[in-house]
């Protein structure tokens, strides 16, 4: 892409956030981009760093999640509980999970040169440990990565980065739901490993950059959960592999909404134009007609991974759009998108119209099966 | 109890309706023998109430020894640079003194503004430990009057110096003839993250923790010993007095930068 392209390109961005600051990425959105990656709307939205919180509240559909401050204490507590003492609590961890050497206990908190430095601290301390030069530590607390999607830079903050004299590095990664009996909710561990890898991917490309093997980066991850229901703290590797591929499909294909770009309405924008206090004063209206210009792919899942899911499920509801019914009925029904639709091939009210044909006898036949076994 | 108070309480009613009356009335002797009456009904009611009120519990006794001196008896007691909460924890399982993380937040701060306004009018100062970019690290309390390798960190330190902390607290738990349940179960979490130091989830043994935190420090002593030495080496040569102290921030510190 060459640089004028590149430029129209962010322009096009900016103008479709407004002049609102981009709102930076982090892992979770990272990897939550990655588990919807039909939808255009999101793809567009988060492309531009629009603040899909405050446009969705905005419009009247406020996200019905975010953390409750309870849990967000708790899980910072959990974290220092983890890591104090040089991260003694860690350091025990990792002894029985990866085999760690007695002598393997160094600590470095990379915040000790001032927290504006600390992107490139990282980048010379793990370039040091990579090249085995003393003075190398275990832990690299407070370590910061960074991630080029579509065009600006997103800063990353893994909890912690486990550098094993073995020359692997691990991502090490403290969540406060509980593991018990060696299990924990599979979710919550499938949402942490979707993070997880996002971290992995930002610690490879560094390396790679930095001329060293990414592959040292392992695709294990260390998971730290409280133990059972007290507060002692287990850990688990974790294999984000299936994670990270499905990543790396996503981010190659972020890159192509340059094209998704192309296809908007001229002149379209999220800008909410907030006034002198901040408060927006775009009609809720007309950002609402901006928003249903461009396409959405809803899935029940978006409930617990964007910020936009309530108003993209209304929509949904409104055209009672087969999107609603998840994802793999929906990919069965194909081509059928409406549940009316649907409904009306089944009962045979409706003539299956060209390549429809297969869809429309299945559900005649689930029709007829539900009949007969409610007789 | 509460009959008597009744009956006390009707009792100084009556005589001040009777010593109105006999003022009025300008019957002076009865009113003031009335008036004495009525002084002692008063001081029987003064006496009820006190006898009826329950003894107030037995409060904690909000120590009198300042905040910086507490902490200053936890440091010298672990001897190596220490976190807030590990004081805290220190002081409350030792000393049993309530002191809270908030009350240490400003502290360093105010030592060093102290240290400031008149350099070594003190006989100690909390201070900081150093990072080996000299910086001041994150939370931790070291003794002014500690030589400079006890003030600084190197990547081993904050292990050397939590193994040399429970060793410390095990080994004040010996000198006590009762020691107090808490400070036991101070000892046993720091040994539960000590290979050894204890079997599972008993409360630890004194003997047994120290032992087995020697074992894996002698690993480690040498090495760090070195790195520290670097480190305040480094730190006499390039930092003034005060940053000696206090630690020095990044602008400063670009010049030692990897």
């Given at each position: ?9 962010l ?23 990655a ?43 959990f ?101 018990i ?10 949402a942490?490993?979707r ?13 790679a ?34 994670h ?45 007609q ?51 639709e ?34 | ?17 009777e ?6 009335a ?9 008036r ?29 020894v ?21 004081i ?15 009350q ?62 429970a ?9 006590l ?61 390039q ?20």
């Open positions: 892409m060459n640089t004028l392209g590149e430029r129209t390109f322009n096009r961005l900016d103008e479709l956030r407004g002049p609102m600051p981009s709102r930076p990425h982090d892992a979770r959105a990272i990897a939550a981009l588990a919807n990656p039909g939808c255009v709307r999101r793809a567009v939205m988060d492309a531009a760093g629009v603040d899909k919180d405050l446009t969705a509240r905005h419009v009247g559909f406020p996200a019905p999640f975010g953390q409750s401050q309870f849990a967000i204490t708790r899980g910072n507590v974290e220092a509980l983890v890591k104090e003492n040089g991260c003694a609590e860690l350091l025990r961890l990792l002894r029985e999970l990866l085999g760690l050497e007695v002598a393997q206990v160094g600590y470095q908190d990379v915040e000790s040169v001032g927290s504006h430095l600390r992107h490139s601290h990282t980048r010379a301390l793990i370039d040091r440990a990579a090249r085995e030069d003393d003075g190398t530590a275990v832990f690299y607390d407070h370590p910061l990565l960074s991630l080029e999607i579509a065009g600006h830079t997103s800063y990353l903050e893994p909890d912690v980065v486990a550098f094993q004299i073995g020359r692997r590095f691990h991502i090490v990664e403290i969540k406060s739901f509980s593991m009996d060696g299990q924990a909710e599979p979710e919550k561990v499938a942490a490993a993070q997880a890898s996002v971290y992995v991917m930002a610690l490879r490309t560094l390396m950059d930095l001329g060293h093997d990414p592959e040292r980066v392992s695709h294990n991850v260390v998971l730290v959960c409280p133990e059972n229901f007290a507060n002692r703290p287990t850990a688990a590797l974790v294999d984000v592999r299936k990270l591929s499905v990543l790396n499909r996503q981010l190659a294909r972020m890159t192509g909404v340059e094209r998704l770009l192309e296809d908007l309405p001229d002149g379209l924008t999220f800008d909410l134009a907030p006034g002198e206090d901040g408060v927006p004063t775009r009609s809720a209206q007309e950002l609402a901006a928003l249903l210009q461009v396409p959405a792919r809803y899935a029940p899942d978006c409930l617990s991974t964007c910020d936009m899911c309530m108003f993209c499920r209304h929509e949904a509801r409104a055209c009672g759009s087969t999107d609603l019914l998840g994802r793999q009925v929906r990919d069965q029904l194909g081509g059928v998108s409406g549940m009316d649907a409904l009306d091939l089944a009962e045979g009210t409706r003539e299956p119209a060209e390549g429809q044909e297969e869809i429309a006898r299945l559900l005649r036949l689930a029709h007829r099966l539900r009949e007969e076994s409610l007789r | 109890m509460s009959d008597s108070l009744d009956a006390l309480e009707r009792r100084i009613a009556d005589l001040r309706a010593v109105r009356r006999a003022v009025k300008r019957e002076n002797s009865l009113a003031r023998s009335l004495g009456d009525l002084r002692r009904a008063e001081q029987a009611w003064d006496a009820a109430i006190a006898s009826e009120v329950p003894a107030p519990p037995h409060e904690p006794q909000t120590s009198l300042p905040i910086r001196e507490q902490v200053h008896q936890a440091l010298s007691m672990l001897g190596v640079p220490t976190s807030a909460k590990l805290v924890a220190v002081n409350d399982a030792f000393f049993s003194r309530e002191l809270r993380g908030s240490l937040t400003s502290l360093r701060r105010d030592e060093e503004r102290s240290f400031r306004g008149d350099p070594y009018a003190r006989p100690y100062y909390l201070c900081a430990a150093l990072t080996d970019r000299l910086s001041p690290a994150r939370g931790l309390f070291a003794d002014s009057t500690w030589p400079p390798e006890s003030r600084v960190l190197g990547p081993l330190s904050p292990r050397v110096d939590f193994l040399i902390s060793m410390r607290v095990a080994e004040h738990l010996t000198r003839a009762e020691p107090p349940s808490g400070a036991v179960r101070l000892l046993s979490r720091m040994a539960q993250n000590i290979p050894g130091a204890v079997e599972g989830f008993a409360p630890a043994d004194p003997a047994t923790a120290i032992r087995a935190a020697r074992a894996e420090l002698e690993v480690h002593l040498a090495v760090d010993s070195a790195q520290r030495a670097e480190v305040a080496a480094r730190a006499m040569r930092l003034p007095d005060a940053e000696r102290l206090f630690g020095a921030t990044a602008m400063n510190t670009l010049r030692g930068a990897c």
